[in-house]
């Protein structure tokens, strides 16, 4: 199983950005999915989540400017980001709880984690 993410770009403050999420492999079910980013010397943190009912949070820091959407049927997840400023900058990485397996009868939950894509906003 494989998270990928894409869609990293440098944009200038007040700009936009859509970062996609894919999950492959042998997947039978996805559980919380969220986006999660680092900057250089930070600790990792939360940016968005959203459950397997579509129920989502934000951090405070991103509330109102970014809005997670997710495929439950197709693994998928996408971040819209707008109104970036400087301080957004990072690495943003996606993470997923996937149920997968060789077979059904023997798949279990896992975590899962992306490469990282990086966001890089100009002030």
């Known amino acids: 199983v494989q998270l990928v993410e894409s869609g990293g770009d440098l944009v200038q403050a007040g700009g936009s950005l859509r970062l996609s999420c894919v999950a492959t492999g042998n997947i039978f079910a996805m559980n919380n999915m969220a986006w999660y980013r680092q900057a250089p010397g930070k600790a990792r943190e939360l940016v968005a989540q959203?459950?397997?009912?579509?129920?989502?949070t934000y951090a405070d820091s991103v509330r109102g400017r970014f809005t997670m959407s997710r495929n439950s049927a197709r693994y998928t997840g996408t971040l819209e980001m707008n109104d970036l400023r400087p301080e957004d900058a990072a690495k943003y990485f996606c993470?997923?709880?996937?149920?997968?397996?060789?077979?059904?009868?023997?798949?279990?939950?896992?975590?899962?984690w992306g490469q990282g894509t990086q966001v890089t906003v100009r002030a």
């Open positions: 959203m459950s397997r009912t579509g129920s989502a």
């Open positions: 993470f997923a709880d996937l149920l997968s397996g060789d077979t059904y009868d023997d798949a279990d939950w896992f975590d899962h």
